[in-house]
């Protein structure tokens, strides 16, 4: 059987780009590219160019970010002509057909390293698309890793104007926008309308590559975040949504609403729906309602995001007024001041009445479904609005009110399911524990035990039981508090009773709570008012984080709880209603409820949980203390479709027990022994190895969170997993080694994040130390466990010899305060370390502690900084090499002696 090389799949792409008008280039060099360039931007402005006025150019796209360098595409730079005109010279036009798209391969960038990119798509003799390719049956991810690797060596120069970066195996294609925070699961597939994927490079190229859609991609569909200085590409299912808006708008007088998932970037869609009508003339304004005050605010920051603070919002209803009637085309608001706008300030806004005003709803709520909402379509007589819901109220789950979204907002447009959202990897599926009675069910896991009345419900008896299930669990759930977690309770009263119990416990965990609370409630006579209740928890969270808050300032306080929870410094966050929607945060993983949840709340408040982060973070995690088994399947099969359960819910432990120990199998084919890993040059053997287990350290990672995870549960003993957990990391090491030569493994992705271990720590290791005793004839053992247990984790493995020294020469005594003579000896090797690199690299003392002491606050090195502190101010050939070697220097140094 032949396989296509990746040499004919190079050709091929070429082959059909020119069926699509794409002139082809042979260019090979810089010096190529930049006479290319020339003969472009005279086309593309009509003019022609001396060697000064051409250098000039070139000065000018010189130097800068890659965003730095996306604003300078996009805007015109004042060229100085040598008769001392002035010209304004454009590198890219609006109208798609007049910009000239070229196609060339094998061009050579010289950089750290000399590299050969696969194919590179020119517009206007700027690189702007890079292709990189892997013949088929390749791990697609090895291009992706390649593209890491030439970023990171050789796009430099006009390289550093690519904006997307393709990547294709022929079989499997994907995209994704060159920013600062590339990452594997922050690449697309590009799909139909449907959400099917369009895989094949040659149907995915007559699709994306199309001139004209290229040029949509990066014209419209591509965002430049000012706030984060990042380049932003929307994803298909994003780019679909807003298209229709845009059809509806233009071409009818229909209103519609986007269905798309909890989770998958409403905010971006929105915002760009919101931007490009706002950019049409034939439209006056552009109103983004929310439906509550906090949402309002973090709508306006999300935007602002995008826009460089270019979007304005509404602090009261009188300045709404004054936006209505001014020259914002752009404006976020809430409903509740739009509504008292038109009912009790109509003649204030008489005269923008009749205007092609558009609404955009960031969330078909239910306050949508009244009077407010009534009155503002009503009042307005040229307007169309559109909403955005991830849960919309269908027939099945409209309750009391007998409208549906449909009923106001009319058709839906376009639909980006939960099922499809984890397809694509853009949100995690949930693992589900259904604990009753905090007892589990022996004969079936799905079978919890239904306790319905409002009285044991509420029993300080059953609160107290989970309470310190919660605490037993916690750790287990949220990998030692890497992540965080939110508690939803049913009320208010219950909410109290849940932390008085967590407070009368012996933890170390961070509880804190909010919720919003009547002015003048029905209470009895022993009962404290729900105000007083929550300024004496506030008062608690002042006392643990050194803040001022009360219920006088709640908006403040609201907003320092959302940003401590995303920072990770609040375990378990108790709530009612509050932050069960329209909260993002990556670093929550787990949700415990106990309080009734169905259909459209059900799955906002599980979806708090499913945001992507890293390798670790496989899934959501929900304990539900109540009997939601039926009303979770109700709710994902409503919003999905009949068959998604197995794709939204984890499967059950023994399923992924099953699955481990068929990767067992296949690593126990691939490598009997241990010591067949020992022969370095069996390049092969060590590649199939890494890939297998990194399968292994996949599944492991979804079987601890389980209660019921037992290491002898797997077909491979703790000793053996260790042994080549231990292997898998030297072989890293040596792959991430900047001297070792080009190899396979380059490319493959070891996903460290699954090899951290939560319970070896610098604590741990500092135990093991005062646990040691030089007069115990286990001494030498116990001192070779030390070191092998740092040998385990990645972290600490490279304090190994420290540490080994710190034992023989200073541990000779049993009666010495170990923690204190290792941090004495940590000083004393670190200031040695210090004059060493110091003495080595001939380096001016003052200045290296002064970085030393930044790096170590910041986490930031400055190179002109690092520059001045050579003695002898190396040549300009030699100088970049020199500074990347010291800056590593640092870095390792610190690293070192981090503990």
């Known amino acids: 059987m032949s396989y296509q090389s990746e040499a004919d799949l190079e050709d091929n792409l070429i082959k059909q780009l020119e069926t699509l008008d794409y ?98 798509i020119l517009i206007n003799g700027l690189p702007l698309v890079q292709i990189e390719l892997k013949r088929r049956g390749i791990e697609l991810k090895q291009a992706f890793n390649q593209i890491m690797r030439y970023k990171q060596h050789s796009y430099t120069g006009l390289f550093g104007y690519l904006e997307i970066f393709i990547i294709s195996n022929g079989v499997n294609t994907k995209y994704f926008a060159n920013n600062k925070k590339i990452n594997y699961k922050l690449t697309f597939y590009w799909k139909d309308k449907e959400n099917n994927n369009i895989s094949n490079i040659s149907k995915f190229t007559e699709l994306f590559l199309d001139r004209y859609h290229l040029h949509q991609m990066i014209n419209k569909y591509t965002v430049l975040s000012d706030i ?26 229909e209103n519609g609403y986007i269905w798309h998932t909890t989770g998958s970037g409403k905010t971006l869609t929105s915002f760009k729906a919101s931007q490009l009508l706002s950019q049409q003339n034939e439209i006056d304004k552009v109103i983004f309602v929310v439906d509550r005050n906090d949402l309002d605010n973090q709508t306006l920051a999300e935007f602002n995001k995008f826009s460089n603070d270019g979007v304005d919002g509404t602090t009261n209803t009188k300045k709404l007024i004054r936006q209505l009637n001014g020259s914002d085309k752009l404006i976020v608001t809430t409903i509740q001041k739009l509504s008292r706008a038109v009912k009790y300030n109509a003649p204030s806004i008489e005269k923008v009445k009749n205007n092609k005003i558009v609404l955009m709803f960031d969330e078909c709520h239910r306050s949508q479904f009244g009077e407010m909402h009534s009155a503002i379509t009503k009042f307005f007589t040229n307007i169309q609005y559109f909403g955005f819901t991830g849960t919309p109220i269908l027939a099945e789950n409209r309750g009391q009110s007998r409208k549906t979204t449909h009923d106001i907002f009319g058709k839906c447009l376009h639909k980006y399911l939960i099922v499809d959202a984890i397809a694509d990897e853009n949100v995690l599926g949930f693992s589900v524990d259904y604990i009753g009675r905090i007892i589990r069910k022996t004969t079936n896991d799905e079978q919890v035990i239904d306790v319905n009345t409002k009285e044991v ?64 409630p029905d209470l009895t006579e022993d009962e404290i008012h729900p105000r007083t209740l929550l300024d004496n928890q506030i008062n608690d969270y002042n006392e643990m984080f050194g803040t001022n808050y009360s219920t006088d300032t709640f908006q403040g306080y609201y907003q320092d709880i959302s940003k401590k929870s995303k920072d990770k410094k609040i375990d378990i966050l108790l709530v009612v209603n509050m932050f069960l929607t329209g909260f993002d945060n990556k670093y929550l993983n787990t949700l415990y409820v106990d ?37 979770t399947d109700e709710a994902i099969k409503l919003f999905s479709n009949e068959n998604a359960l197995e794709t939204v819910i984890m499967k059950p432990y023994k399923e992924y027990v099953k699955i481990f ?18 022969d370095s040059k069996d390049v092969e053997t060590e590649k199939e190895f890494i890939e297998v287990f990194r399968n292994i350290l996949r599944t492991l990672n979804k079987l601890t969170p389980f209660d019921e995870f037992k290491f002898k549960d797997l077909n491979i003993s703790q000793q053996s997993f260790e042994d080549y957990r231990s292997k898998y990391l030297d072989i890293y090491e040596r792959v991430e080694n900047p001297l070792t030569k ?79 003579k290792l941090e004495q000896f940590m000083n004393q090797k670190r200031e040695n370390a210090i004059k060493e690199l110091v003495t080595t690299e001939n380096l001016k003392e003052e200045l290296i502690r002064e970085i030393l002491k930044e790096y170590e606050f910041s986490g930031k090195i400055k190179e002109k900084n690092v520059d001045e502190t050579f003695n002898k101010k190396p040549k300009l050939k030699e100088r970049r090499d020199k500074r990347k070697l010291l800056v590593q220097k640092i870095k390792d140094l610190i690293e070192l002696f981090t503990w």
């Open 228 to 253: 984060t200085r990042d380049i932003i590409i929307l994803r298909s299912y994003q780019y679909y949504a807003v298209e229709a808006i845009l059809e509806k708008t233009l071409h009818s007088r």
């Open 742 to 820: 080009e190899s396979i493994l380059n490319d493959i992705d070891f996903e460290m994040d699954l090899l951290r271990r939560d319970d070896i720590n610098v604590s741990y290791i500092l135990e093991l130390l005062k646990g040691l005793d030089p007069t115990k004839p286990t001494f030498t053992k116990d001192k070779h466990f030390i070191t092998q247990t740092m040998n385990k984790d990645k972290e600490l493995r490279s304090k190994i010899d420290l540490i080994d020294e710190f034992i023989s020469t200073t541990m000779v005594d049993c009666n010495v305060d170990t923690e204190e």
């Open 23 to 120: 002139e082809y280039v042979n260019i090979k060099s810089d010096t190529e590219l930049e006479s290319n360039l020339k003969v472009q931007l005279e086309k593309l402005n009509n003019t022609t160019f001396s060697n000064r006025e051409f250098n000039s150019i070139l000065t000018h796209l010189d130097g800068g970010s890659i965003f730095d360098k996306a604003k300078k595409f996009r805007d015109r730079f004042e060229l100085e002509r040598d008769d001392n005109t002035t010209d304004y010279i454009i590198f890219f036009d609006n109208h798609w057909c007049k910009n000239k798209f070229q196609v060339a391969n094998q061009i050579t960038v010289n950089g750290t390293y000399t590299n050969r990119d696969d194919v590179t």
């Open 595 to 631: 309080k009734n949840l169905e259909y459209h709340g059900l799955l906002q408040a599980y979806s708090r949980t499913n945001r992507l982060c890293n390798d670790k973070k496989a899934h959501g995690n929900i304990v539900v203390f109540r009997n939601l088994k039926e009303k």
């Open 661 to 678: 120990n068929s990767e067992v199998e296949k690593l126990n084919k691939i490598v009997p022994t241990i010591e067949k890993l020992d």
């Open 457 to 520: 419900l509420e029993s300080e008896e059953r609160i107290n039981q989970i309470v310190d299930t919660i605490i037993e669990i916690h750790d287990r759930k949220t990998y030692n508090r890497e992540f965080t977690s939110i508690l939803a309770v049913s009320s208010i009263p219950v909410l109290n009773t849940y932390y008085d119990l967590f407070k009368k416990k012996n933890h170390d965990l961070k509880i804190a709570t909010i919720y919003s609370f009547e002015a003048n």
